[in-house]
Structures are given as structure tokens and as C-alpha cells.
């Protein structure tokens, strides 16, 4: 008999290869064997060196498969906009329901992650008539500039924002909508310049998520750890990396795993040589990005702005 299938997709270059390593093999101890994982990576390129670590992950439950989204993303280029540590990587989830129509549902996971709890857990929510299963996003309740970014420029409370680094996709309902066009016609108003692509998918899943737990995307704040509740999936993003930085929230957890991959060394490379210079520049890329923030807030509060709510998506009738 055939166990299930679990459809999980990473979109990745070169840069942050290591990372997915880590993830990797994060997930592949702590997965039931209950099931067949389908790891699917989203790439424009990868070199050799970083294929071949990458498919060593494959064994009975696991089965890597590498996909190249260059033609699909040719549509959406001359309107995507990117800025500081966002890549055009993090648009590649747009393409997942009609690349991959043989899936109902699946995982969308960003790599700068770990995972500590089983990932066939997450996927097996109820998903029901909703577009996605989704975690707060916490920066936007730790800071209240972005809090009120989103509350003012999107028109989304910044409790009911999330994060769009961990989400259980309901893949058909995208297909459904045709998510890729509606994206299209969003972009074609709005230039989102803080958070991007994950103000889009706010706005287009308004009202139609799941709210999940947040261990399942805890934030990597200094100090954030919760000893009573431990985190099954830790999400290492902005300036919080332990790559770069020391005294990262849940940073033994990163390493324990990294530890065990073929990427160890490169990884305490990329670590020691991060420069004061780079991380001057990070403080101040974080600065600029609550500048871009306020500065958007300003804009909303002309008179003319109208809120991007309209383009939230309605679910059809018949579903």
C-alpha cells in the first residue's frame, strides 16, 4: 500500500542554499515516515555543487525534485519590485497552483527556517473554503511603525496580518480564482515598498485564512524563546540570523541542525566573515525600511488614497 503524498515547496537561489540545507535536514528528522514528502525546489538556477548537496536529502520518505519557474516568471517581472534582503525568489509562490495542478493543497516554506515539530501535522489542517493556513506576522505587533503601516496602508488590523514565509496552500480554490491574475491587476495599482510581496497576499486572502498557532512561525527575536512552549518551526528573517548574528533567538536550534550538513563549514564562513561594515549596513537598511514604512503611512493618509482592500479576493459561490 502506498502512503499519502505531502507536497512541500522551498523557493531558493544560489545565496541561500545553505540555508535550505539546514532546513532540510531539520524536517527530515522530524517528519512521520507515515507519509511521502515531495520537496519541490523553486529555482531559476542552481550550480552543481549545490544540486548535488541538496538531492542527498532523498531516501523513502523524501523525494527532491528540482523546478525551473523562468518561464513562469517572465509574465510578472517588469512589474515585480524588489529592495535590500527581499529576492524575486519570494514571488515564485504566486506560480505554485498552476504549475502544479496534481496537488489540491501543499506547503509553502521559506528557507531561512528550522523545523522542530512534524511537518505532516501542519499540512494535515482543515483547511475548509480558505485560501491558506497562515501564522501572525510578529514584527508587525513588536513595532508598532509597521503595525500601523499595515493598518493604514492596507487597511489590515496588525493582529489579523501574517507572515507569508509558512503557509498551507489551498491550491485549488487558487486555481479557482486564478491567483496569478489577480495578483496582476493588484500590481498594476500598487507598488507595495515595505513588505511586498507579503502585503499582496494579505490583501488578496483578506478574510480567508486560517489562523494557526504561532509556534508553527516563531520569530527569532533576542529573547523571544518560550520554554513551555516550544517552537516547531523557527523563522531566522530581517536582522534576527544567526548566520550573522550572536544572540538570536532560538539560535541552538539553528545550529544543532546546520551542524549536520554538508554546509556547516560554508555556514560558520559566511558567519565570521560578517563584517562590522555589514552589519552597520543592516542597521541601517532596518532603519530605512521604518522610514519606507512611515513614509507610506503619510501617503494613506491623503485624501484621494483608497485602501487596496478592494482587490481582496471573493470566493466563489460554489465552493
Keep these: 500500500m502506498s502512503l499519502p503524498v505531502i507536497p512541500v515547496f522551498f523557493a531558493v537561489d544560489d545565496n541561500y542554499a545553505p540555508f535550505l540545507g539546514v532546513a532540510l535536514e531539520s ?17 531559476e538556477g542552481l550550480n552543481h555543487t549545490n544540486i548535488s548537496r541538496l538531492s542527498q536529502y532523498n531516501d523513502v520518505n523524501f523525494k527532491i525534485i528540482f523546478n525551473d519557474v523562468a518561464e513562469g516568471m517572465r509574465s510578472m517581472n517588469h512589474r515585480i519590485h524588489v529592495r535590500d534582503y ?6 515564485y ?9 496534481e496537488y489540491d ?21 482543515p483547511l475548509a473554503d480558505n485560501f491558506a493556513a497562515v501564522m501572525r506576522e510578529e514584527v508587525m505587533t513588536a513595532y508598532d511603525v509597521y503595525g500601523t503601516y499595515v493598518e493604514k496602508v492596507l487597511g489590515i488590523n496588525r493582529e489579523d496580518y501574517f507572515n507569508a ?21 493588484i500590481m498594476s495599482e500598487y507598488t507595495f515598498t515595505t513588505t511586498q510581496d507579503q502585503d499582496y497576499l494579505n490583501v488578496l486572502f483578506y478574510g480567508n485564512v486560517l ?36 544572540g538570536v533567538g532560538y539560535e541552538k536550534d539553528f545550529w544543532h541542525y546546520a551542524k549536520q550538513t554538508e554546509y556547516y563549514a560554508d555556514i ?3 558567519k565570521e566573515s560578517y563584517s562590522p561594515a555589514q552589519k552597520e549596513r543592516d542597521a541601517q537598511q532596518f532603519e530605512v525600511l ?22 481582496a479576493v471573493k470566493i466563489p459561490a460554489e465552493v
Excluded at 509562490?93 to 495542478?101: G, K, Q, T, V
Excluded at 514565509?165 to 491587476?185: C, F, S, T, W
Excluded at 512552549?229 to 550573522?244: L, Q, S, T
Aim: charged fraction near 25%.
Design 93 to 101: 509562490r504566486f506560480l505554485i497552483a498552476d504549475m502544479f495542478p
Design 290 to 311: 521604518a522610514q519606507t514604512a512611515k513614509k507610506d503611512t503619510d501617503t494613506a493618509s491623503l485624501p484621494n488614497y483608497q485602501l487596496p482592500l478592494r482587490f
Design 105 to 125: 493543497k501543499g506547503l509553502y516554506l521559506d528557507c531561512d527556517i528550522v523545523v522542530n515539530g512534524d511537518i505532516s501535522r501542519l499540512y494535515n489542517c
Design 268 to 270: 560558520v564562513k559566511i
Design 86 to 91: 527581499y529576492t524575486k525568489a519570494t514571488y
Design 27 to 43: 524536517i527530515t528528522q522530524n517528519a512521520s515516515r507515515k507519509y511521502i514528502y515531495i520537496i519541490h525546489i523553486l529555482t
Design 211 to 246: 489562523r494557526l498557532p504561532q509556534h508553527w512561525n516563531k520569530n527569532a527575536f533576542p529573547g523571544c524563546e518560550d520554554e513551555n512552549d516550544r517552537a516547531k518551526i523557527v523563522h531566522y528573517k530581517i536582522n534576527w540570523k544567526p548566520w550573522h548574528y550572536d
Design 165 to 185: 514565509g509558512v503557509m498551507v496552500m489551498n491550491l485549488q480554490l487558487l486555481r479557482q480564482v486564478d491567483i496569478q491574475a489577480r495578483l496582476m491587476e
